[in-house]
């Protein structure tokens, strides 16, 4: 399992395109330059998230609670933005790990048995299903905030969505 861990956190995750401009709302990229940026400041403006990839980690959490994984291709991603071992805080990432691994069913005994390379490819096929799971997280996002355009201007809205999010049979 370390060696499969190792290779799923040296990852570059990727998003779509299509929800660029909605997660960049969302955060505080860019959007620095307008004051003096402290967190404080920040979340009064309604910033939720200070990084694309806190957004990204949110989409994925929303994601994976209902069941939804969104159509997403990695040829017509937005760019790759931070490796996974970089994200914090380390218990969500590892949250986010054992999630996939149980989603994906993988027999947990031939896992301590992999090589480096099948580690490598399994370690893909777990960022791509989280990339899906992201792109799942942000259509029910996109389609909260179409029902209610303001909804995630308050950042106290992203716990109260995560809350509300409700497992999606297909």
């Known amino acids: 399992m370390k060696l499969l861990k190792e290779k799923f956190l040296e990852k570059y995750p990727l998003y779509p395109n299509t929800y660029e401009d909605f997660m960049r709302r969302l955060t505080r990229v860019k959007d620095v330059s307008r004051s003096a940026g402290s967190d404080e400041e920040q979340f009064e403006r309604g910033k939720a998230f200070g990084t694309v990839y806190e957004c990204f980690m949110y989409a994925t959490m929303v994601g994976i609670k209902a069941r939804h994984q969104g159509h997403f291709e990695r040829n017509a991603a937005g760019p790759k933005f ?50 899906k799971y992201a792109a799942g997280g942000f259509e029910l996002m996109l389609a909260k905030s179409k029902e209610l355009p303001q909804f995630f201007e308050n950042p106290g809205n992203v716990v109260t969505f995560l809350k509300e999010v409700v497992l999606i049979m297909k």
């Open 82 to 131: 931070l490796q996974i071992k970089d994200w914090k805080p380390q218990p969500l990432v590892d949250f986010i790990f054992m999630s996939l691994l149980t989603l994906a069913k993988l027999p947990f005994d031939e896992i301590e048995e992999l090589s480096l390379e099948q580690a490598d490819e399994k370690g893909l096929d777990l960022v791509k299903n989280m990339e």
